[in-house]
């Protein structure tokens, strides 16, 4: 944990402070709140895109009546998404110590429980009182944890060493698509058959997808037909189990993979998607500047992580999500897709000071955080996040599967279009996201 003595933690006090004096009009006014009213001010909150503010209201509630499970599996969730995942299973198990068969509080443990076994305990009970997408969703989750057994997926073999990999870019695969679709950077390395691969790098998605040529390249097992959870429009496709994945000197070890079904190619001119959590154990950092991933033990000791570029982040389902101040003076939650194109807003949500370049339809490629594509309007924005300022444009979309994961409308994407002008640096270990400002040189075809 960091200390109120660094830099990085007196920020972190600073903000909860500022937060404690302006989410209500002090401490005695908040005292002078019912449970249930200062719920339903959490709840405001919440559904406005502000979790850190609700869940100052939902612990007040928690304190006037400790046993209202209702606040309790409230705060649990923001817990969780924050990262503080040891507060969020003891709220989870306090629920179930009230009501053993809660399946938010299963759904919570079985996530979240200490062991693999108590994981999967939890699972089987939510599955027994599940009905609809939870159950196809916890028995798919079963499926996945029996397959791994007593193992954790994506075992990396030695978190206590730093990794450095060259980047390359993915290459015209779009001719037609807006600028942003040529230029990703992937991830290349050699597959036991001496096959070479390349993944992009996602910030979006959860584990590793593959092609059919790439899982059969990476000898996965096939373990059963399923759907990728996370999409409006169901991706059909194999969960597979990869025993061994070799990228460079770095191996993981019990790798779930989703495998498309269907056609032999990606849509991005790569192989799949290899999700950032897969890297979860380290400091991970996209370096555009250089095409360099990077991977070093993850510490609070690190300098880099104590500037003041960093931010502290929510993870909801499969998506990364950061403060981004816009038109001036509002500060919203936006996801971090590193496969998508553009900054894009929630539709509707569109600044109100934004100077509109062009209007009507606009092709983007979302990485699926967009729930319908092609996008709409083209405009110019300013925002920051954290210590870097950023002009640029944008377009808009709906995302109804954003929506769900988190909740309550989040307020837009940060693509690559924005992204590629930093190191992006990311610790899930410690829940914070740095945005280190780089000269990146756009390249001549755009």
């Not at 790098?201 to 399923?226: C, E, H, M, S, Y």
């Not at 400002?437 to 390249?443: G, K, T």
Request: charged residues 20%.
């Amino acid at each position: 944990m960091y200390t109120a003595t660094g830099e990085f933690g007196l920020r972190i006090l600073i903000s909860v402070l500022l937060l404690w004096a302006c989410s209500a009009a002090g401490q005695d006014l908040l005292d002078s709140y019912t449970p249930e009213a200062l719920e339903k001010l959490g709840d405001a909150r919440y559904k406005r895109g502000q979790p850190d503010q609700a869940l100052l209201y939902y612990s007040k509630s928690i304190e006037k009546e400790p046993n209202r499970i209702s606040s309790i599996l409230a705060a649990a969730r923001i817990l969780e998404s924050g990262f503080r995942d040891e507060a969020a299973r003891t709220l989870f198990e306090r629920v179930l110590s009230q009501n053993p068969v809660n399946p938010d509080a299963l759904d919570g443990l079985s996530r979240l429980a200490t062991t693999p076994a108590e994981r999967l305990a939890a699972a089987r009970k939510l599955l027994s009182v599940s009905r609809g997408e939870r159950a196809s969703r916890t028995r798919t989750r079963i499926r996945i944890m029996e397959a791994l057994g007593d193992r954790p997926a994506f075992e990396p073999s030695d978190t206590g060493k730093s990794y450095a990999y060259k980047l390359q870019l993915a290459g015209p695969n779009c001719p037609e698509c807006n600028p942003g679709s040529e230029d990703f950077l992937v991830l290349p390395f050699v597959a036991p058959n001496g096959e070479a691969l390349r993944l992009l790098i996602g910030t979006a998605n959860d584990g590793v997808w593959l092609t059919q040529r790439a899982a059969k390249a990476l000898g996965a097992k096939p373990l059963f037909k399923t759907q990728y959870p996370w999409l409006e429009w169901l991706q059909e496709g194999q969960l597979s189990l990869v025993e061994t994945l070799e990228i460079g000197d770095l191996t993981f070890r019990n790798c779930p993979v989703f495998v498309r079904g269907g056609g032999t190619r990606f849509e991005y001119a790569a192989d799949g998607v290899i999700g950032s959590q897969v890297f979860k154990d380290f400091l991970i950092e996209i370096d555009h500047e250089r095409r360099e991933l990077r991977l070093s033990p993850s510490t609070p000791e690190n300098p880099l992580i104590s500037s003041r570029d960093f931010v502290p982040i929510h993870r909801f389902g499969p998506f990364l999500m950061v403060p981004v101040q816009w038109d001036t003076e509002l500060t919203s939650y936006f996801a971090v897709n590193t496969i998508a194109s553009d900054v894009t807003f929630q539709s509707g949500e569109r600044p109100k000071k934004a100077n509109v370049l062009s209007t009507g339809l606009t092709h983007i490629l979302t990485g699926w955080t967009c729930s319908s594509c092609p996008g709409h309007d083209i405009f110019e924005v300013v925002l920051q996040v954290a210590a870097a300022r950023w002009a640029g444009r944008a377009s808009s979309c709906n995302m109804d599967d954003l929506n769900q994961a988190a909740g309550f409308k989040v307020k837009g994407v940060l693509g690559f279009q924005f992204l590629r002008g930093f190191n992006l640096a990311i610790d899930y270990q410690l829940g914070v996201m740095g945005f280190i400002p780089q000269a990146v040189a756009i390249p001549s075809s755009r």
